[in-house]
């Protein structure tokens, strides 16, 4: 511990100042001896001060040099494109396009194939074949998503030579057969529609004939039923609805006459009777002026017909004749 020069005086001067006082007082030798002790003690504590501390001296050792590594250098496995085969496909008229990047990598270190690409490439292919024959064509992208998940895997040709898998693979149908396809879809489309508006005209068909027809009452309580509390068109309508009844269930239509019904239709006999009984009682103009001659000699004037018992017919008109004979 070292003490300061200022420090030191200072102590000295109390001291000698401490004693000086206990001669003046009268205190005993010691006793100023001792308070002397004590105030030196109590500057040493109180000015005591602490020791600078040594400079460490660091020495810097030097960084080892970086160890530079060359870059790896990956050599990739060989690969093989195929371009646009034909794959079958789950229907005979239709067939893929398939394209892919073939890789392999070799197993057998003893006798080689002289060409262990087309190895690989023939493998894939019959895989890539066996998977195609039982696809949809019209699942286009669930299927390339499919074979391209199964052929990514590597798996060995049938003589065990290499392990080949394939990478970017495509598989589509050629432009021409995908609008073949719309074109039947389509067609398939306008087929069902057809079937079902078909089978629903022959329901209507058969509602109608089989139950709004089957009777004129029940055509009636059709009519009611679609013209609630029109009463009075339907009773108008008996007659009307009576006829299509009979002409859906194939029957004669009745006759709303009675005078249709007295009068039957005159057959091909009676008309032509009756129009060569026209023919004899039309008045004929020119015999009535220049009345023809029979052997040179001029007719007698026709009166009327006699009867069988010899009496002459009764003066009537023609025109009722007619009429009578029609009626008859």
Request: glycine share 4%.
């Amino acid at each position: 511990m070292k003490l300061h020069r200022n420090s030191l005086l200072t102590a000295a001067a109390i001291v000698v100042v401490l004693y000086v006082v206990s001669l003046i007082v009268g205190l005993p030798t010691w006793a100023g001896v001792v308070l002397s002790v004590v105030l030196l003690v109590l500057l040493a504590v109180v000015w005591k001060q602490p020791e600078p501390p040594k400079a460490v001296v660091q020495v810097k050792q030097a960084a080892p040099a970086p160890v530079v590594l060359p870059d790896p250098v990956f050599t990739g496995p060989p690969t093989r494109t195929v371009v646009d085969v034909r794959m079958p496909s789950a229907s005979a008229d239709f067939q893929f396009s398939f394209s892919a990047i073939v890789q392999w990598s070799t197993v057998l270190s003893g006798s080689r194939h002289a060409d262990l690409g087309a190895v690989a490439v023939d493998a894939l292919l019959k895989r890539a074949r066996a998977l195609a024959v039982g696809l949809q064509v019209t699942e286009e992208a669930l299927n390339q998503q499919h074979l391209a998940a199964i052929l990514g895997e590597p798996a060995l040709d049938d003589k065990g030579q290499v392990r080949c898998w394939a990478t970017e693979v495509r598989l589509r149908l050629p432009d021409a057969d995908h609008k073949h396809l719309q074109h039947l879809a389509a067609l398939h489309r306008l087929e069902q529609t057809t079937l079902i508006e078909r089978r629903m005209e022959q329901d209507k068909r058969a509602y109608l004939k089989d139950d709004v027809f089957a009777t004129p009452g029940s055509a009636a309580v059709w009519w009611l039923a679609n013209h609630p509390g029109d009463v009075e068109n339907a009773l108008g309508l008996l007659d009307t609805l009576a006829d299509l009844s009979a002409a859906a269930n194939d029957l004669p239509v009745r006759r709303t006459s009675v005078e249709a019904i007295k009068q039957p239709k005159p057959t091909r006999a009676e008309l032509e009777f009756t129009a060569a009984v026209d023919d004899l009682l039309a008045p004929d103009a020119d015999a009535a002026g220049r009345p023809a001659r029979v052997n040179g000699t001029a007719p007698r004037a026709v009166e009327g017909r006699a009867s069988r018992n010899g009496t002459k017919p009764s003066e009537e008109p023609r025109d009722e004749y007619r009429e009578e004979f029609y009626s008859e």
